[in-house]
């Protein structure tokens, strides 16, 4: 640019004399300067939009790759919506050539069914006559015993509970006898009530294992002759919901002592939109929150104010400072990396590549912890401080790069934190594997129910049972 503008500084230098000589007039001379200063100012245009004309191209074959990877997800999502397969199957794509042989590897404890520990009934049936020729004779003549476990035919356990209601002579209240079974004081066409052991069995069916309403009544009636609506079986688990409460409480007290909490959230239907699963979990126990909140305000009730563990989760802004020990799911972080490795110009090579490469020595570094010394695990640990100050401070001039370094540089302080703390995972994934509130919801079924009807202003829309105590993985 300095260049071109001296050229027109020459010419005018150079034409000015020779048309007018050496008396060139000063009207003349300022006009060239005024030419000079505009074809100046038009050259750094010129260059600007020249820039910006390569950014944009930039921009735009970004964008382009992008919206073909967004029809051809569109376009596999409407195909799939019109086959008949299984929910969890897998894309075409990404299918193996040669897949693993199916079942455990080889080498595996054998398995088998255990010997019950008791007998109900012995029978024997004696060898009397060949089948074939009718001989009474056998030689090698020796016993075949076989255990067969079966479920008895099963007919309702009725009781009939008589309790007594009256009025105090001394107060005038009025009064009744309780027993431990009896679920509420309705007589009448409402006096045949549920027992505990059924009422667990429906509450196991309809949330654990998530029949519907409907079909637990099936069950119930078809394997066990209990006659039960499905408006029934409602209000029997708001009811059963009120008496587990206590126990409800108790583990979110039990949640907010644990050395190592995952957390995360998904959206969930109740009577509509806007609802929210919340997912906290530990290798003991799981507690579900269902509200119209995702907010920090909601996280901080659950926790705690007193909350001293490490809380697993992905980059939410949220879970931003809410607790002084975080560790940011590697998971999350992988896919970011992949999905901008998809829209790099070089396939991530470089910078992505080299990220990548720091979260799995990371992890690697952990699995050999207890092989190393003190002293060059902390090296190694410093080693990979250093690594990534030298990665993710520097702006990178690649649009994906910089999202990927924007989003790791944020939550440099709790990339390694899982090396400083035994028991904590790289990943959001506890037993059973799962590093989702999606999958986990799958996995150890939130017991909510959801109203057909929209809640009121106020009131709770939840009726909740806590969930089955979930045990640690074999070790």
Known sequence: MQAALLGVSF????????????????????????????????????????????????Q??????????????????????????APFRIEEKKRLLAPKRPGRKRGHPGAFRHKPDHINEAIEVQLCSCPHCGGR??????????LIEDIPSLRPYVTRLTTYQGTCVGCGQSVHSKHPLQMSVAIGAAGVHLGPRALALAADLNKAKG????KTCAVLRDSFGLQLS???????????????????????????QAPTLHSDETSWWVAGPGWWLWVFTTQLLTFYVVAQSRGRELLSNILGKDFGGVLVSDCLAIYDDVT?????????????IRQAKALHPHQGEGFLCEVEAMLRAAVALQEQKTDLSLES????????????????????SEPNEEAVR????KQRDHLFTFLDHDGVDATNKTWPNANCARRLSHARSPVVTKPKKAPEPGKSSLRWLPPAPSAPPAS
């Open 324 to 336: 002084a020990l975080q560790q940011k799911c590697y998971a999350h972080h992988h896919k970011a």
């Open 137 to 146: 004779q056998f030689k090698d003549h020796h016993a075949i015993e076989q």
């Open 377 to 396: 695990f902390s090296h190694l640990r410093l080693a990979l401080e250093h690594k990534a100050v030298q990665l993710l401070e520097p702006p990178r």
């Open 230 to 256: 499905p408006g029934g079986l409602s209000q029997a688990l708001d009811r059963l919901a009120v008496k587990v409460k206590p126990q409800y409480d108790a583990i979110a007290t039990e949640l907010r």
């Open 60 to 85: 735009l074959e970004v964008k382009t790759k992008r919206i073909a990877q967004l029809e051809e997800a569109l376009e596999a999502a409407e195909r799939a919506a019109h086959r008949r397969a």
């Open 406 to 409: 924007r989003r790791l540089n």
């Open 11 to 58: 010419l005018a230098e150079l034409c000015l004399p020779w048309r007018f000589g050496s008396a060139a007039p000063p009207r003349l001379k300022k006009v060239t300067q005024l030419i000079s200063k505009y074809f100046g100012a038009t050259l750094v245009f010129i260059v600007a939009l020249r820039a910006e004309n390569v950014s944009l191209h930039q």
């Open 211 to 214: 029949l519907s309403v409907l």
